[in-house]
């Protein structure tokens, strides 16, 4: 086993796998300090998914990009509930369909769609793009109408670069992250940062770090938690989360090799220690 955490304390922002990884943390001799950020909810209004349902069996638009698999499984959710799926997968058989990864390939493998093209790993909106670009010579998005299953947040990089491509890009929100109904872990973990009593940082989505600092905010202490987070280790899962560590000012001290939640605590064990170190000289 390589070596482990030390005992420092490490702060975990998952919600629905919180046990596990606390588990993780644990067996790699760390203190796990868990504070869920994240509750998955539908949209109030099914207003837009029933929309889209609709021109897709009416095959009104020529590229569809799916990018979570959660989001597809909830759209196929609406569509049994209007009545629609057989229509609604038959839509999806003739239009040209971009999958961000392995998540929503694997539901459209269940429902016999295969997908026109996949983005490879890191899965971030440049290989998506990337992915697109490689099929031009067989179907360019330019003038074609596109739609952009979004996931929770709007991606502003990936419809840009849509819509230079000369794309008719519509967003369609399926789902998204709201704040836990208990923000007490949050704010705990925001005063324990401020007062430097966190080691490490694990972070497995960018929304996780974006409702951190939501709650900072609100507590008048964003400032205080920015400059406690440039004493600890912050450990990425991957670039789409590296790139909301960067909006914030900061940078990722370790970014997964393979973006899996195990593969992160592992290297995050093993590299906490000098990582700390050279941060906190002395």
């Keep these: 086993m390589p070596p482990g955490f030390g005992g420092r304390s490490v702060l975990t922002l998952e919600s629905r796998r919180s046990v596990e990884q606390a588990t993780l943390i644990e067996t790699f001799d760390g203190r796990p300090v868990v504070a869920p950020s994240l509750r998955e909810v539908p949209l109030s209004s099914q207003t837009a998914a029933v929309a889209f349902i609709h021109a897709i069996t009416a095959t009104g638009y020529d590229c569809v990009i799916l990018l979570t698999g959660v989001g597809l499984r909830a759209l196929l959710a609406v569509a049994e509930g209007i009545g629609e799926t057989g229509a609604f997968v038959d839509g999806l058989r003739r239009v040209r369909v971009v999958a961000r990864g392995p998540k929503p390939t694997a539901v459209l493998r269940e429902i016999g ?164 170190a050279a941060k906190r000289p002395g």
């Design 113 to 276: 769609v295969t997908a026109w093209a996949v983005a490879p790993e890191p899965n971030t909106w440049r290989e998506l793009l990337a992915a697109i670009d490689e099929k031009r010579p067989e179907f360019s998005i330019a003038r074609a109408r596109v739609a952009v299953q979004e996931y929770g947040v709007t991606n502003p990089d990936l419809l840009r670069g849509l819509t230079e491509r000369g794309a008719f890009v519509s967003s369609v929100p399926i789902y998204q992250w709201a704040l836990p109904e208990d923000l007490a872990p949050l704010q705990k973990a925001v005063t324990s940062i401020v007062a430097g009593e966190i080691d490490v940082v694990l972070l497995t989505s960018g929304v996780q770090l974006a409702h951190l600092y939501q709650v900072a905010r609100d507590m008048g202490a964003d400032a205080g938690m920015t400059r406690g987070l440039a004493r600890t280790v912050i450990a990425s899962i991957g670039p789409t989360c590296s790139e909301e560590i960067r909006r914030h000012g900061l940078a990722p001290d370790l970014e997964a090799s393979h973006p899996k939640m195990g593969i992160l605590v592992t290297e995050a064990a093993a590299k906490a220690g000098a990582l700390l």
